[in-house]
């Protein structure tokens, strides 16, 4: 279901709240920030996590499981686009008439009156969002940001900042990127993905024009190098708005060149209005480039010096997630990506083969969603034969049921169909058992798809661990 725009009252004002789902990794980092303006807050998630936790440590009053009696003296809760309408906590918040707001509302609410940055696109988003905030944090001008993954610099994924910049991941697969009061625009690449809420391809895409000209954006930053983006920067100039693409085309008015990649670091020339620098990244991949390059547009725009951009930007050792080592046992390197769509798994493992030199690189992969995996399976197995080795397993459902014909064997099938070496194990449960008994010394083991996928790389390290220590 695609949100539209709703009116935002200031922060201040809309206290106490509480969050549903106050776990999750797109409502902890808001309801922080909230707690940290001095709001009442209180929250509910279905389980028990660290991130639960680490909120109750922080002093905010959270409970495991959902019951109405949770509101408390709550005039204002909070939702994500996950929660479903016979949430206890939600229908009884319905029937008392409190302020409902969507997790984008709030965040937006607290915005209000900064320089807002909304970082948008297909892929890329969360690092982006990550990377311009680790800049301006180490350039001085303490911004305020609200990152999908937390950094893995501090473990946080939310920061409430002095600074006038606001940095926000602005999700577009619901439509709620177009509820924040951006002055800055920021769109890492354009394709159709969410159709599920869209429809199609085209409507995905004038959703990103409406979000380019929304009331408060006075500049865009782009990739130049996609091409959705490169049209939507044409259409943008061509209606008299401020754009500045990034890339490694001619026409592009911060310009990338002398790219090199090693192991898992990146680096490029870049080059902006007379200045040309170097850039040197601590984490892998031409996508990382691109993202650093967006980053530091966005830098420029807010008039800081580029040398002291491109040395902050260095600093940045990644989200989680992210291309995320896991840990190394028995001579097996193993990573976790939250890597869903075919295009980021493609580029994930195309860094991932650099990052794994002569060794071999095995791709386990968990598909998410089933619309997703019904549209994109062929994709998706062409991506994957990047990898000499294919393990996948079953559809993580997240917010669907399940569809009629449709599960982790259309992936399979389409990843055999391109050539490559794939084996099936549709109970995630066994995934760690299955890797363990695969791999040999030198290999570079990468876990793939933003379900619980991520819950296999530590268990197979400590399996490993366990027989090294046998030895």
Not at 390 to 405: I, K, N, Q, S
Request: with cysteine.
């Amino acid at each position: 279901m695609l949100r539209e725009p709703v009116e935002v009252l200031p922060a201040e004002q809309v206290g106490p709240v509480h969050f549903i789902a106050i776990g999750g990794a797109g409502m902890s980092g808001i309801a922080e920030l909230y707690h940290q303006l001095g709001v009442e807050v209180s929250g509910s998630d279905q389980a028990d996590s660290p991130t639960l936790r680490q909120l109750a440590a922080d002093g905010i009053r959270t409970h495991v499981g959902h019951d109405a009696a949770q509101l408390g003296q709550a005039r204002t809760v909070v939702v994500s686009s996950a929660i479903r309408e016979d949430n206890p906590e939600l229908a009884a918040a319905r029937e008392r008439g409190l302020r409902i707001w969507h997790r984008s509302t709030a965040l937006a609410a607290l915005m209000l009156g900064r320089e807002g940055v909304a970082v948008a696109g297909t892929h890329g988003k969360t690092t982006t969002t990550g990377m311009t905030s680790v800049m301006l944090t180490e350039v001085g001008a303490d911004p305020s940001y609200v990152i999908g993954s937390p950094l893995a610099s501090t473990g946080r994924s939310a920061h409430l900042g002095a600074g006038e910049a606001f940095v926000v991941e602005a999700d577009e697969s619901d439509g709620t990127f177009l509820q924040y009061p951006a002055t800055i625009a920021v769109v890492t690449n354009v394709e159709a993905d969410h159709l599920d809420n869209w429809g199609t391809p085209e409507a995905y895409r004038r959703g990103f024009e409406r979000f380019t000209t929304g009331e408060h954006v006075r500049a865009v930053v782009l990739d130049g190098d996609d091409p959705m983006a490169a049209e939507l920067g044409q259409w943008l100039r061509e209606q008299g708005r401020t754009v500045l693409a990034y890339g490694e085309q001619a026409d592009c008015e911060l310009r990338l060149s002398h790219l090199d990649f090693e192991g898992t670091t990146a680096g490029c020339t870049i080059s902006h209005d007379g200045w040309t620098g170097r850039l040197q990244l601590q984490v892998p991949g031409r996508y990382n480039l691109g993202n650093a390059a967006a980053a530091f547009a966005v830098g420029r725009l807010l008039g800081h010096q580029p040398q002291a951009l491109v040395e902050a930007i260095g600093s940045f050792t990644g989200t989680l997630r992210r291309f995320q080592l896991v840990g190394e046992a028995a001579g097996v390197r193993v990573y976790d990506d939250y890597a869903h769509h075919p295009t980021e798994v493609r580029a994930a493992l195309t860094a991932a083969r650099k990052a794994a030199g002569e060794g071999r690189l095995v791709a386990c992969f968990q598909p998410h969603l089933y619309s997703r995996t019904k549209e994109f399976a062929t994709d998706f197995g062409e991506a994957l034969a990047l990898a000499d080795l294919v393990v996948l397993t079953d559809v993580y459902g997240a917010r669907e049921d399940p569809m009629e014909g449709v599960d982790g064997t259309l992936v399979l099938d389409a990843a055999l169909a391109a050539g490559a070496q794939a084996v099936y194990v549709p109970n995630k449960a066994h995934l760690h058992n299955a890797l363990a008994e695969l791999v040999a010394p030198g290999d570079l083991v990468m876990t793939l798809g933003a379900g619980d996928v991520t819950l296999v790389g530590p268990l197979l390290v400590e399996q490993l661990g366990g027989r090294e220590g046998e030895r």
